[in-house]
DNA sequence: TTGCCTCGAGATCA
DNA sequence: CTCGAGGCAA
């Protein structure tokens, strides 16, 4: 531990010399030698820490390490023509100019890992890849799986380009990151170059997680302390905390450390691996540092046994660990299996047990949704589990409520599922006192007073208050201004609710009409932020159909739908005149979608509001410039029997993001039917109605050409 | 659901 | 200095 840290020490003098030398414009003639010299000691240092932080095996002293490094810095110095980018000394930048992080699309998306909790789940998640490599013919009666530790932490990517470190992104949604480059450069164990040039791929992405020992992490709050600032809840916090630093001097204090866990993009070459655990020697080899408890097992059971060996180690780590992972190792396997929307087929997590805790049930309260339903919720005694302190819990739903049998004044077990949302397990019946009394089932709306009724069959409450009821008034509202619907900056909860409360606000058209002089007079507003409300409530006026079709919040509606209406409809009027029946043959929408659009529509007052709006000066664009060009604009597909190069899913995404309409019926007003193999009954219909027909290859010819 | 960082702006005190 | 909003990560 205090070896690393005297390392963080010689970043900081990096810091502070690095700052020196960017303003001196020095051109010294530079002998031949010293560029000798000069690389010596660069390869010489990075020999050591390699040595010193992938293979932990230091061959020379810290302070040997750090006389290099100063003799380093002096020649560096001296002859600021020397300086590379990937010299030992430039670990730490300036100050991020740009004061946001840019977002940057991975070019091959990081997805997350299914979970599994216990035994059971892991042998059929086992059997699923056995199925289904055996039906693409492969022999595998015993898989063979890479096991490793699932570190607790924040999941980067590193690229690599001829070995030195172009880039480093976070995980972000999966699709794209945050380019955290300057921060990436300050953590000691992420090699800013590769080792065996010669060797390593031209292209190079590696994946792994930057984490804080236990150790590392009460060193850094006994610093905070020392300088009384805030201490970390904890090191995963900590973790993510320092890579969010736009000052990269700051970073470099932090015991950050990295482990690689796979690559993701890299060139080809004639001796690639073809086994995940090949990759993981290379990387060692490169200079990565990778997990040093990873093992190869033949077979779910044996992967069961590293589970268990795991679990009794994990106290005895010095780092966090949720779980650990098994990986196929044959990447060509891994190929076959593919993923799924969100996660590879041929990788889990098997997660430790979360940690459980006692606390008590203070009380519950009804929580009203954006459409009136009533969640009820568990106020606890706030209490510490897994880092963070918990003070609510949601109860979904009377049902579950009333199956958990939850009192007021229960002692009860929590944890965090999936180690992120509170979930109340059970209630200890033995410690109930005698005055706790069962949680009412509310009549009335406890914000309203409106009638709540319970429809047959459906386990929600919901409240019958509509926008008369403040709560869902003013969820609608924050729906509304939300980013992806009208997007008005600076128009949170804490205004909202103050808006409403003073009755200015009755319905979305409201905002539109506000004063500025009230609006400074409200506690915490000024002139100033009444004039930047106002701004951003005026520009939201220019919108889209996409984003005001969203931001009715008609129930049933997210994102996608409010998309593939616009695309299908291009107007308001045209969406309103549909009936449920026509809906309901939109591929995506169901007879429940149809019904909530032609029922919001139907009503007099969501009309008024929209025609309110219209007067009020909101225009929105019927066409989507949000998106790519639409050469298949208001064609109308359909597709029956079965494509042999795509799946009909493929095929109807592909339609759709060049503009068209996919049915799953034929009528009038189909353009084009797609026949693939074995059609139905639909190419009769399409047939009588005189609809274009193209075959399979015809339709990839125009997906290309269009 | 919680905790963290950053920004802008209001509040407070000298 | 403090707060709210917004964005991000798990």
């Known amino acids: 531990m205090y070896q690393h840290y005297n390392y963080w020490l010689s970043g900081l003098v990096a810091y502070c010399f690095c700052e020196v030398v960017s303003e001196q414009v020095l051109d010294i003639m530079t002998s031949p030698k010293l560029v000798k010299r000069v690389e010596n000691l660069h390869a010489t240092l990075h020999e050591h820490n390699y040595r010193y932080y992938v293979l932990a095996d230091p061959v020379i002293s810290d302070q040997d390490y750090d006389k290099l490094f100063q003799d380093l810095q002096t020649l560096e110095h001296q002859n600021p023509s020397l300086i590379s980018t990937d010299s030992p000394t430039q670990r730490v930048g300036s100050i991020a100019k740009d004061r946001l992080f840019r977002r ?35 022999d595998c009666r015993v898989l063979q799986y890479v096991c490793e530790p699932k570190l607790d932490g924040v999941a980067i990517s590193l690229f690599y380009r001829q070995g030195r470190l172009e880039q480093a ?39 792994g997680e930057v984490y804080i020992s236990r150790q590392g992490f009460e060193h850094l709050n006994q610093q905070m302390l020392n300088r009384n600032e805030r201490v970390f809840a904890n090191p995963r916090n900590a973790t993510a905390g320092s890579l969010r630093q736009l000052d990269s001097g700051i970073t470099a204090q932090r015991p950050l450390l990295f482990c690689a866990y796979s690559v993701g993009i ?37 992967c069961m046994d590293y589970y268990k060996q795991q679990l009794l180690k994990r106290t005895t780590l010095d780092h966090d660990i949720d779980g650990v992972v098994y990986k196929i190792d044959d990447l060509h396997q891994q190929q076959l299996l593919g993923s799924v929307s969100h996660a590879p087929r041929w990788a889990v997590a098997h997660k430790f047990p979360a940690e459980e805790t006692m606390s008590i049930v203070k009380g519950v309260d009804y929580q009203v949704g954006r459409t009136g339903v009533l ?67 509310p009549t009335t709306c406890p914000v309203c007073g409106a009638r709540v009724v319970r429809f ?26 939300s980013r992806k619907a009208l997007n008005i900056d600076g128009l949170g909860v804490q205004l909202i609710e103050q808006l409403v409360d003073q009755q200015w606000v009755r319905n979305v058209a409201d905002l539109y009409q506000l ?21 951003a409530i005026e520009h939201s006026k220019q919108t889209t159909l996409t984003r005001l079709i969203y931001g009715l919040g008609i129930r049933e509606v997210g994102e996608v739908t409010a998309e593939l209406l616009t695309r299908h409809f291009h107007t308001l009027q045209a969406l309103m005149q549909a ?86 019926q034929i009528s009038s007003r189909v353009t084009t039917l797609v026949v693939g193999e074995a059609p139905g009954s639909k190419q009769g219909h399409a047939e009588k109605l005189g609809i274009e027909q193209i075959n399979e290859a015809e339709f990839l010819e125009r997906l290309v050409s269009t």
């Open 515 to 535: 004063d500025k002089n009230k609006l400074a007079s409200l506690p915490r507003m000024g002139m100033k932020s009444a004039e930047n409300l106002l701004t």
């Open 104 to 138: 940057v699309t991975h070019r091959i998306p990081m997805l997350s890992l299914q979970n599994v909790f216990d035994q059971q789940a892991l042998l059929e998640f086992d059997h699923r890849l056995k199925q289904r490599l055996q039906s693409e013919g492969i």
């Open 375 to 441: 969640t009820p919720v568990a106020r606890l005694k706030p209490t510490q589990i897994g880092g963070v302190t918990v003070s609510n819990a949601t109860l979904h739903n009377i049902d579950e409520m009333q199956r958990k049998d939850v009192c007021v004044g229960d002692t009860v077990t929590i944890r965090r599922a999936g180690d992120v949302i509170p979930e109340l397990i059970s209630v200890s019946l033995a410690k109930r006192p005698s005055y706790s009394q069962p949680v009412p089932i």
């Open 266 to 302: 890299h060139s080809t070459w004639v001796n690639a691996p073809k086994l995940h655990s090949q990759w993981l020697e290379i990387l060692v080899e490169l200079g990565v540092p990778v997990s040093r408890d990873y093992e190869v097992k033949q077979g779910i059971e044996a």
């Open 456 to 481: 047959d069959k459906l386990v929600a409450l919901r409240c019958l208050g509509g926008l008369s009821c403040k709560a869902q008034l003013k969820q609608s509202i924050q729906h509304f201004s």
């Open 579 to 664: 009936d449920a029946a026509y809906l309901e043959q939109l591929d995506g929408v169901g007879s429940v979608v149809a019904q909530s659009i032609t029922s919001f529509f139907a009503e007099p007052h969501n009309q008024k509001q929209l025609t309110d709006l219209q007067k009020l000066g909101l225009v929105w664009l019927e066409e989507n410039p949000e998106t790519s060009p639409k050469l298949l604009q208001g064609q109308i597909w359909v597709l029956t029997g079965r494509l042999r190069t795509l799946s009909r899913e493929q095929a109807a995404t592909r339609l759709r993001a060049l503009g068209a309409s996919v049915l799953t």
């Open 169 to 207: 992104l976070t995980r972000g949604d999966g699709h794209a990151g945050e380019d955290i480059t300057s921060n990436a450069r300050t953590i000691r164990l992420i090699p800013l170059k590769l080792r065996h040039q010669g060797y390593c791929p031209g292209e190079l992405e590696v994946r």
